[in-house]
């Protein structure tokens, strides 16, 4: 096999890949909506107990006993990345359960562009003017989403959406100033956190035969399994391919539990959400054009 075909061999396998982690993550706000008397930090604490265990197999299996010196070389930027990863987690079960699947997804498709804010203020990173402009639109879309949750208590659920992707886009500061960082070891000590923290107040025991598998698929196979899928696939693919495909997730995640449910998004989250995913999309595009 020559060299074109081997390139578009990997190619596509990284693109099948992150594809596949989109759809996974794209199924947390049914599994949420499947569960019957979980509260958040109990939800919180074995979704993030089941996607520690999967990821330390999956190192394990992977990386043999070279795991442990991933854990040991990530230092305290790995700790700050897992920081990261344990709030996002937390506000994403939260987020859920106080405002719409539809919101909460889209408003997470902003990470990309608080990425680039963080990186100018934290990095010195330029931000070229086709991002300003998406910026702009990307803030009009999700002012219009949210128009409907002023004096309603769904705003404290916005409030927690907003922490999704700011926890993210700190992820991707830290390890643009650490390329080091290997993204699973940190994923697993996230997980740890996120566990440890929610240990406090939740009530583990209470859960019913009902909602433990699906918490269980929530943690190992939504969160574990869509992580291992787009670590391993991001690797093959450039980064702005990678945004670009992780669309799928707030497109397809409001779908899975319209369909299932019948959980409808407000006409405000319909118009705001079409304009901040056309308006990501649309830059993602120009910057794959550009390179």
Not at 110 to 135: D, H, K, M, N, S
Not at 211 to 234: N, R, S
Not at 243 to 261: F, S, Y
């Amino acid at each position: 096999m020559n060299r074109p075909d081997l390139e578009l061999e990997k190619t596509l396998r990284g693109v099948t890949l992150v594809a596949a982690s989109a759809i996974v993550w794209s199924t947390g706000g049914l599994i949420v909506r499947l569960l019957e008397s979980a509260d958040s930090w109990t939800t919180v604490f074995w979704r993030s107990a089941s996607a520690c265990l999967f990821l330390l197999v999956f190192l394990a299996m992977r990386d043999g006993r070279k795991m442990f010196g991933l854990f040991r070389q990530m230092g305290w930027p790995g700790l700050g990345v897992g920081f990261f990863f344990a709030s996002a987690s937390i506000s994403f079960v939260v987020a859920l359960n106080l405002t719409s699947v539809a919101k909460t997804l889209v408003i997470m498709s902003c990470t990309p562009l608080l990425a680039a804010i963080f990186g100018r203020v934290f990095l010195g990173e330029p931000i070229r003017p086709a991002t300003y402009v998406t910026i702009a639109a990307v803030m009009g879309g999700i002012a219009l989403m949210v128009s409907d949750s002023l004096g309603s208590g769904s705003a404290l659920g916005d409030f927690f959406a907003f922490l999704i992707p700011v926890s993210f886009a700190g992820v991707i500061v830290i390890t643009r100033r650490y390329h080091e960082i290997r993204m699973t070891p940190a994923a697993c000590a996230g997980a740890a956190i996120a566990m440890l923290a929610s240990l406090a107040f939740a009530t583990p025991f209470s859960v019913t035969a009902h909602d433990l598998p699906l918490l269980f698929l929530f943690g190992a196979g939504q969160l574990g399994a869509g992580m291992a899928l787009f670590v391993t696939g991001a690797r093959l693919i450039p980064a702005a391919h990678s945004a670009l495909l992780g669309m799928l997730e707030p497109i397809l995640g409001p779908m899975w539990v319209w369909l299932a449910l019948g959980e409808k998004p407000a006409e405000g989250v319909l118009v705001g959400g079409t304009i901040v995913i056309a308006s990501v999309v649309a830059k993602t595009l120009l910057d794959i054009r550009k390179r």
